[in-house]
């Protein structure tokens, strides 16, 4: 079956291919409220997602009106890495598209590399990105910023007009239209519809991606 226009589809990671957005917002707010934050998982989410460690630490001092120690990305990493090896999982739905995606892709995401290897081993999904793994602490760059993106579709061998970005963030969205990709942005937790008439389009589970990507021209 042809793919429509698109040659690759580079995915995010958190959101997109593992279930973790939750988990680490979680975490984040609930560390943030030691120091008077006063985040609830929805407003965590809304403020902390898609974005670097190093923007929602800002976020949270701007909130908290001073500087949070210097253990806070230490302890937040430890936290979370714990909540993942007990509670991740991947998004539904997601192995079946990977399963059934006739060209190449590979995952972009503003995590560590040491996170994303990690996330994509406990549900199964690494082998399949082996090789195919872009971390922008790598390049030290961070949406919205597309030279996560740049960089992925160069190895991959492709221009980002020949590329297709999955997104679940307002921040990755606009780091890959930055980029001059299209970008499709996955719904399914953006309770505050941030993505609506931003993405180039929008889907709400994976099950709708493969008809979407063969209906592209």
Known sequence: MIMGKYK?????????????????????????????????????????????IEACITKIEHRIGKKLPETFEADYRRISFEKFKTQMQPIE????????LEIPFCVASSGPEEKIRLNLGLTGLLPLFEGRIFSCYTIKTWKPDPA???????????????????????????????????????????????????????FNAMDELLPLIHASK
Do not use: R, Y
């Open 8 to 52: 690759c589809v580079i995915f995010d990671c958190d959101g997109v291919l593992v279930d973790s957005e939750a988990l680490s917002n979680g975490v984040l707010a609930d560390l943030a409220n030691v120091h008077g934050a006063n985040l609830n998982l929805a407003s965590a989410i809304k403020l902390f997602k898609g974005g670097s």
């Open 148 to 202: 996560v993106f740049l960089w992925a579709a160069k190895t991959m061998g492709f221009t980002p007009d020949e590329c297709l970005v999955i997104e679940d963030s307002f921040t990755g969205v606009t780091a890959a239209k930055a980029g001059g990709f299209d970008v499709f942005g996955f719904t399914q937790q953006d309770v505050h519809n941030e993505l609506e008439g931003h993405a180039t389009k929008v």
């Open 93 to 100: 739905g997601i192995k079946a598209v990977l399963d059934q």
